[in-house]
């Protein structure tokens, strides 16, 4: 049952290896540039993202079907605490006062769009994806209101940090809250399906064209001296506790599948890359983040797949 397990989840894993190594190939070769990697961030991050979203939504969101909607968002939310929980106890073992914020930012916070996005899609049946993505956008909504003014608190060292509301209801959150009230309202029976069907044909191309993204951000990323051992305990905390944890709850409590399996990824998935972003916003010297979003990303190739294969191995023995 593992093996098996095991043998799918690699599979899919390296097929999003592969769409990164392309956006990593095309910015080492200079071929995407800083402006182009920019524009090609906004394009998904404010374009073709919420468009997904919102056309997934309408297609195949509806109260009925998911009564229990409003449970993913606050999901989200408990994820973070638990993630800030772990992050909270392993940050003991780093020493200097600025690497041990930049350190929880990295346990607290996942790649919970992307990657989750691409693993979804390559894992799972049609049928179960469509469900799947629906939890995730709604998911989304929670993480990322969240996200930005926890994250934006904790790497700026200062209660003083200035809030910026367009951070808040991003793109891609807007799309979502927009997507639901339009069902609730029963406006998507007026779209027309001509309107709906290139709207789905661009936000298709946001899975390939995030993964892009995320393999040049990689590229960009200069590991400077390693500290191997912030490295270590982000990796135990964040590639090994957190999904080890995710994988007992979701069996204790015998979640359904596609749940437990969105509980499970969201623990498990290297951290945020917009963390980043948002220390050079704020003008913060970059001690360990750069430094953790690689090696994360790098080992969780490893590390999901064992994971995934564990609950799978479960779900077919169920």
């Known amino acids: 049952m593992f093996a098996e397990a095991f043998k799918t989840t690699a599979s ?3 097929q999003i290896l592969l769409l990164g190594a392309i956006g990593y190939f095309l910015k080492k070769r200079n071929i995407l540039s800083d402006a182009g990697l920019d524009g090609l961030s906004h394009l998904v991050i404010d374009v073709t993202l919420p468009i997904l979203i919102f056309v997934q939504l309408i297609k195949d969101f509806n109260f009925k079907v998911y009564p229990d909607w409003w449970v993913f968002p606050l999901l989200s939310i408990g ?7 772990v992050g909270i106890i392993f940050i003991g073992f780093i020493r200097d006062g600025q690497k041990r914020l930049q350190f929880l930012s ?3 916070f996942q790649n919970s769009g992307y990657l989750p996005l691409a693993m979804f899609v390559a894992l799972l049946p049609a049928y179960k994806a469509g469900a799947m993505l629906i939890y995730l956008f709604l998911f989304l909504i929670g993480f990322n209101l969240v996200m930005w003014p926890l994250a934006v608190y ?6 003083r940090a200035k809030f910026e509301f367009h951070n808040l209801l991003n793109p891609p959150v ?3 809250i927009l997507g639901v009230v339009v069902v609730f309202l029963g406006w998507d029976r007026l779209i027309p399906g001509l309107a709906v069907k290139p709207l789905k044909l661009a936000g298709d191309c946001t899975l390939p064209l995030a993964m892009f993204v995320v ?10 001296h390693f500290d191997r051992n912030a490295m270590s305990w982000m990796v135990l905390a964040k590639l ?9 709850l979701v069996l204790k409590l015998r979640l359904p ?4 399996l969105l509980i499970l990824l969201q623990l498990a998935v290297p951290p945020a890359t917009s963390l980043s972003v948002i220390a050079r916003h704020y003008k913060k010297e970059d001690l360990i983040i750069s430094q953790g979003i690689f090696f994360g990303h790098i080992l969780s190739i490893i590390t999901i797949p064992v994971f995934l294969s564990l609950y799978f191995a479960w779900a077919m023995i169920r």
């Not at 599948?257 to 437990?260: A, F, K, N, P, R």
């Open 106 to 108: 990295l346990v607290t």
């Open 215 to 224: 393999g040049a951000d990689l590229a960009k990323i200069k590991i400077g």
């Open 12 to 14: 899919a894993v390296a």
């Open 174 to 176: 807007i799309a979502a």
């Open 257 to 260: 599948e596609l749940t437990g």
């Open 154 to 159: 904790i790497l700026s060292f200062s209660k």
């Open 240 to 248: 090994i506790v957190l999904p080890a944890l995710g994988l007992w």
């Open 79 to 85: 994820i973070t605490a638990l993630a800030l929980i």
